[in-house]
T-cell receptor, first 117, second 116 residues
């Protein structure tokens, strides 16, 4: 089946630093990738949708200058949390879809736990 | 707006017990409904789905029926196994939702623990 990986699985950083999270589709080409954020005991909340080669579409309330998304190839998308603060601590999950617009099944990565001290 | 509400866990069952995890939704239009499962240390996996009213999704002994009249999509399994221990997420995708096309809206997840 389709496999999506994320790296790192866990990261701890100091306040004010930037952190990059990678999302890779290992055995298929992902036209669309999604980034979600999950707080403890809460739903996954969509942050942004990215299509390969174009700018990401951010959901309302998500700061595009703080959460930089790059989808440079059909197998890799990156999320960079810039100038991270403790309130950015969360579980970040990506998913990838083979169909443009994400109307096909989404395949999820295992998630990245970010802790900002 | 669109939303998904599912029963809070954790749910603890003995092996071979009957499982029900309730899920109700609020949506405009005609959403597709999904159940995702997340095993420990792994990403979410699609378990089953239904795209229109009265459809029944089924997989690995789990099933759920799309009930438009009660806006529900309850997950059931007749006899659970220890290997079913995981977190289960109910979700909907509404094509006329004001976000990105294909956007999934998730419930909070229900953790299931099955004891031998």
């Amino acid at each position: 089946g389709a496999v999506v990986s994320q790296h790192p699985s866990r990261v701890i950083c100091k306040s004010g630093t930037s952190v990059k999270i990678e999302c890779r589709s290992l055995d298929f080409q992902a036209t669309t990738m999604f980034w979600y954020r999950q707080f403890p005991k809460q739903s996954l909340m969509l942050m942004a949708t990215s299509n390969e080669g174009s700018k990401a579409t951010y959901e309302q309330g998500v700061e595009k200058d703080k959460f930089l998304i790059n989808h440079a190839s059909l197998t890799l998308s990156t999320l960079t949390v810039t100038s991270a603060h403790p309130e950015d601590s969360s579980f970040y999950i990506c998913s990838a879809s083979q169909a443009s617009g994400g109307t096909d099944t989404q395949y999820f990565g295992p998630g990245t736990r970010l802790t900002v001290l | 707006g669109n939303s998904v509400t599912q029963m809070e866990g954790p749910v603890t069952l003995s092996e071979e017990a009957f499982l029900t995890i309730n899920c109700t939704y609020t949506a405009t239009g005609y959403p597709s409904l999904f159940w995702y499962v997340q095993y420990p240390g792994e990403g979410l996996q699609l378990l089953l789905k239904a795209t229109k009213a009265d459809d029944k999704g089924s997989n690995k002994g789990f099933e759920a029926t799309y009930r438009k009249e009660t806006t529900s999509f309850h997950l059931e399994k007749g006899s659970v196994q220890v290997s079913d221990s995981a977190v289960y997420f109910c979700a909907l995708s509404a094509s006329d939702y004001g976000g990105s096309q294909g956007n999934l809206i998730f419930g909070k997840g229900t953790k299931l623990s099955v004891k031998p």
